[in-house]
Nanobody, 122 residues
Framework: VQLVESGGGLVQAGGSLRLSCAAS????????MGWYRQAPEKQRELVAT???????NYADSVKGRFTISRDNAKNTVYLQMNSLKVEDTAVYYC?????????????????WGQGTQVTVSS
């Protein structure tokens, strides 16, 4: 499976961006999809995740500002980012827990996208 992200860019503080991540490949299923980010000289951190059934989880720093969603038919996950802050500046990575047919055996494969830069200016 390949994950391809889009939607990053430069925005002023208080603005909005929407990230997308589409999974492609053959004979796979994805349980959890999520977004992580890594700022310069910092460790990669969780932003938000969404399960196949729609249950979501958010980092405290983005609650109330970011919304994660997914389209299971398109194997795509989205991250709507509102009220952006300078400290949201980072490379954002898409992540998916993938299992493959025909066996559908665990453990799931942990797949990452290439990352997309989000820069928030003051």
């Amino acid at each position: 499976v390949q994950l391809v992200e889009s939607g990053g860019g430069l925005v002023q503080a208080g603005g909005s961006l929407r990230l997308s991540c589409a999974a492609s490949g053959n004979d796979f299923k994805i349980n959890v999809m999520g977004w992580y980010r890594q700022a310069p000289e910092k460790q990669r951190e969780l932003v938000a995740t969404v399960r196949f059934d729609g249950r979501t989880n958010y980092a405290d720093s983005v609650k109330g500002r970011f919304t994660i969603s997914r389209d299971n038919a398109k194997n795509t996950v989205y991250l709507q980012m509102n009220s952006l802050k300078v400290e949201d500046t980072a490379v954002y990575y898409c992540n998916a827990d993938v299992i493959y047919g025909p066996g559908w055996t665990l453990p799931a494969d942990d797949v990452w996208g290439q990352g997309t830069q989000v820069t928030v200016s003051s």
